[in-house]
């Protein structure tokens, strides 16, 4: 069974920098995408970053080059640098593997709150 624990979320000043992690317990050779989704109460999950199994990645518009995904294998883990942090990034971040198109994984959410 795939687990996922994110960490690294916590209350930060605007402006301000967090990096949150993401630990795999398998190693997962091949998957079509990994990633971090964001959720505020109310609202539908919306995508922060992805990263597919070629290493391309991709952002939600709002992260104009704030955020950086990345992923160290030899640890399983994924990252998410988040940098210039502001109020409106407060939310729960969910990180996801994605295996193929009927088999995906999730997190049970790390909380980013972001004072101004």
């Known amino acids: 069974q795939v687990q996922l624990v994110e960490s690294g979320g916590g209350l930060v000043q605007a402006g301000e920098s967090l990096r949150l992690s993401c630990a795999c317990s398998t190693y997962i050779l091949r998957f079509l995408d990994m990633g971090w989704y964001r959720q505020t109460s109310g609202n539908e999950r919306e995508l922060v970053a992805s990263?597919?199994?070629?290493?391309?990645?991709k952002y939600g518009e709002f992260v104009k080059g704030r955020f950086t995904i990345s992923r160290d294998s030899a640890k399983n883990t994924l990252y998410l640098q988040m940098n210039n942090l502001r109020p409106e990034d407060t939310a729960v971040y969910f990180c996801y593997y994605r295996v193929t198109d009927t088999e995906d994984y999730w997190g049970r959410g790390t909380q980013v709150t972001v004072s101004s």
């Open positions: 990263m597919s199994g070629w290493r391309s990645t």
